[in-house]
């Protein structure tokens, strides 16, 4: 019995009440580096991690306090012979045996066990602080997106759709996703489940009308052969995407109108210069003309560039206020227009502070382009729910429909469409920028009416 019990794989010993080595296995040496000799006729606690002591004389005394038989187990860390500490699982039995002259108690080794569930759990932990911490929205679905198997919350904060009801429903992320995009980005859900992986992007967010854009990169991981989970991340792209419109918008807008001007000016120059006359003063003013428009458009681009660019909080603006700005400004520049202003005093809106800007431009531009010698012009309040603004209307021609459809995104931007000039353009960014809305209501016989909708601030009575 000694001999089988010597070639044993586990370490085996025998203790008696006081817990006390009677006997000892030769697997002893190998597991904690003792002799049997060396232990026997010692006290077993002793070795035991004085943070597992306790628990570990706890079990011992409630089995031994059982009924015959009894058996229980327990983990603990128990000192090796060069001090260090290996982890035991042992089996504690109160034997009915009474040749035993004591209680039996098997140990295996399981330190590799334990030094991996504490990887993995540093590593869980490390993976929740990052997904706690981070903006971008990470995500495991099951193969057939019937589950989720994990999601951060960062995907309420982007999505504007509760993690509850996203882990109730799985399928509910494609409601916030546009309506537009909603097919690619299901055929792109099939690929994943197909073994592929997708780089996909697109608009989700109901609740900013969709204008915000994501990266979307899932990966499938496979077991056996077959794909069984889904993971990957989502990222806001959304300014990236607004800085490469403004870009495309640039670099077209600008060549348009620089190339147009530039063969005005020129060509009056060569004219004059061929036929060797002295400039006359419809001559001189339209040069002038011309290159004090370029120079407006150079300034407008500047603002621009500084919106973009240097984009500040959103703040509480006042919108009377900014009316009354506005008007004042466009007043001074054209005497000869009539602006009337109907903003009641204390709405207030969220919008970036150069907000008057978008009024003063949409003002200017219905001055411009009016077919008449004095202008009118009028700004009013606009309210439908949980969102204030103004509306401002004239009577002059209707905006083209391109105009405005390329700012909405109904129209791709390229080289015949991108609107003509950068008023709008400006206009559309300062409302983008202040998660407003816009809205053109435009045609014949009926002018324009142009309408800049933003989100009430938090305490607004009227708000939500």
Same mark, same amino acid.
């Given at each position: #019995?000694?001999?089988?019990? $010597? ?36 006290? &077993? ?47 504690? #039995? ?11 108690? &098997? ?142 918008? #640039? ?100 919008? =970036? ?26 700004? &009013?309040?606009?309210?439908?729910? $949980? ?38 353009? =400006? ?24 309408? #800049? ?12």
């Amino acid at each position: #019995m000694v001999a089988l019990l $010597d070639n044993a794989h586990d370490k085996i010993v025998v203790i008696d009440d006081d817990g006390v080595y009677r006997y000892a296995n030769a697997a002893a040496e190998r597991v904690v580096g003792y002799e049997p000799s060396e232990i026997v006729g010692t006290a &077993s606690f002793a070795y035991v991690h004085p943070g597992d002591r306790d628990r570990v004389r706890s079990t011992f005394e409630t089995v031994i306090g059982d009924d015959p038989g009894a058996t229980t187990e327990v983990e603990y860390r128990h000192r090796t012979a060069d001090g260090g500490y290996v982890w035991l699982r042992s089996r504690v #039995m109160n034997s009915t045996d009474d040749r035993l002259d004591g209680y039996v108690v &098997s140990s295996t080794d399981v330190t590799e066990r334990r030094r991996a569930e504490a990887e993995h759990e540093e590593a869980q932990s490390r993976l929740g602080e990052l997904a706690a911490n981070t903006t971008e929205v990470l995500w495991m679905f099951d193969a057939d997106w019937s589950e989720v198997l994990f999601v951060n919350d960062a995907f309420e904060d982007l999505w504007g759709i509760p993690v509850e009801r996203l882990r109730e429903d799985p399928r509910v992320f494609l409601e916030g996703v546009h309506p537009d995009d909603r097919d690619r980005v299901r055929a792109a859900m099939r690929e994943l489940s197909a073994g592929e992986a997708v780089d996909i992007e697109y608009r989700v967010a109901p609740d900013t009308g969709f204008r915000r854009w994501v990266w979307v990169q899932g990966r499938p991981v496979f077991e056996d052969g077959e794909v069984v989970r889904i993971v990957g991340f989502v990222r806001d792209v959304t300014d990236r995407r607004r800085r490469e419109q403004h870009l495309r918008v #640039m670099g077209r807008l600008l060549r348009h109108n620089l190339r147009n001007d530039l063969n005005v000016i020129l060509g009056r120059v060569e004219l004059l210069k061929h036929r060797e006359e002295v400039p006359t003063d419809a001559s001189v003013a339209s040069i002038v003309e011309t290159a004090e428009s370029l120079l407006a458009t150079a300034e407008k681009e500047r603002l621009i560039v500084e919106t973009l660019a240097e984009t500040e909080e959103r703040v509480v603006v006042d919108l009377a206020a900014a009316v009354r700005f506005a008007a004042e400004e466009v007043r001074a520049e054209h005497p000869e227009a009539t602006i009337t202003t109907s903003v009641e005093e204390g709405h207030e809106a969220i919008a =970036l502070p150069d907000f008057a800007i978008a009024v003063q431009e949409l003002l200017t531009n219905a001055v411009n382009h009016a077919e008449t010698d004095r202008p009118r012009v009028s700004v &009013s309040t606009v309210e439908e729910g $949980d969102r204030v603004g103004i509306a401002v209307a004239d009577d002059g021609p209707p905006i083209p429909e391109g105009e405005y459809a390329v700012l909405a995104g109904d129209t791709e931007i390229d080289s015949l469409n991108h609107g003509s000039g950068l008023g709008l353009w =400006l206009v559309h960014w300062l409302v983008d920028l202040s998660n407003g809305e816009i809205r053109f209501d435009c045609g014949p016989g009926k002018g324009n009416r142009i309408t #800049m909708l933003f989100n009430r601030p938090p305490d607004d009575p009227e708000g939500r």
